[in-house]
């Protein structure tokens, strides 16, 4: 087991993808930020609470997408355990799409194909917290990323969580 980011360096990552997000969407009018379950909520919330504590909580649209049924690998799942919660339009919006570990690409096409559901967007933005670089099965690349790694197939990337885990950490194992 190999320690990718540790606490502290996990801390100061998910400030930095706050900071650059609203760097590139200084007035959150127009912008909104998805989350995508199961996994991609726990960072996604982090991001979200440092936004909120740079500018006011008022202008952060913050929804979390379920896409279970839009997954080419679960296709005989009859019950999504997760839910979405979009409580608002994403038509005309920039919509920025956070997940915690970007691989082969298949979970992002699912989530481009569930938010499509929600109306059409002017534009959409990937947030990862680790890019696993070399692993990519479709053409799909992040505009915000927190730390890029270089891993063969056999390994995994966890990140665990204080909230579910009891530590907060990225592991290659």
Same mark, same amino acid.
């Given at each position: 087991?190999?320690?990718?980011?540790?606490?502290?360096?996990?801390?100061?990552?998910?400030?930095?993808?706050?900071?650059?997000?609203?760097?590139?969407?200084?007035?959150?009018?127009?912008?909104?930020?998805?989350?995508?379950?199961?996994?991609?909520?726990?960072?996604?919330?982090?991001?979200?609470r440092?936004?909120?504590?740079?500018?006011?909580?008022?202008?952060?649209?913050?929804?979390?997408?379920?896409?279970?049924?839009?997954?080419? /690998?679960? =296709?005989? $799942?009859? *019950?999504? &355990?997760n839910?979405? !919660?979009?409580?608002?339009?994403?038509?005309?919006?920039?919509?920025?799409?956070?997940?915690?570990?970007?691989?082969?690409?298949?979970?992002?096409?699912?989530?481009l194909?569930?938010?499509?559901?929600?109306?059409?967007?002017?534009?959409?933005?990937?947030?990862?917290?680790? /890019?696993? =670089?070399? $692993?990519? *099965?479709? &053409?799909?690349?992040? !505009?915000?990323?927190?730390?890029?790694?270089d891993?063969?197939?056999?390994?995994?990337?966890?990140?665990?969580?204080?909230?579910?885990?009891?530590?907060?950490?990225?592991?290659?194992?």
């Amino acid at each position: 087991m190999k320690t990718v980011l540790n606490e502290q360096q996990l801390a100061i990552t998910i400030k930095r993808l706050g900071h650059q997000i609203l760097e590139n969407h200084v007035n959150l009018e127009n912008t909104v930020l998805i989350g995508i379950q199961p996994r991609g909520i726990f960072v996604s919330d982090q991001i979200v609470r440092e936004i909120r504590e740079l500018v006011p909580a008022n202008l952060v649209k913050y929804g979390k997408l379920d896409i279970t049924f839009y997954r080419d /690998d679960i =296709r005989n $799942s009859l *019950q999504s &355990p997760n839910h979405t !919660d979009i409580p608002f339009s994403i038509e005309n919006k920039n919509v920025v799409i956070i997940d915690d570990v970007l691989y082969t690409g298949r979970t992002i096409r699912a989530a481009l194909d569930a938010l499509m559901g929600f109306g059409r967007p002017a534009k959409v933005e990937l947030c990862i917290l680790i /890019d696993r =670089r070399f $692993s990519r *099965q479709l &053409p799909i690349q992040a !505009d915000y990323v927190g730390k890029s790694i270089d891993s063969i197939i056999s390994q995994k990337v966890k990140v665990f969580w204080k909230e579910r885990d009891g530590k907060e950490e990225v592991v290659l194992l």
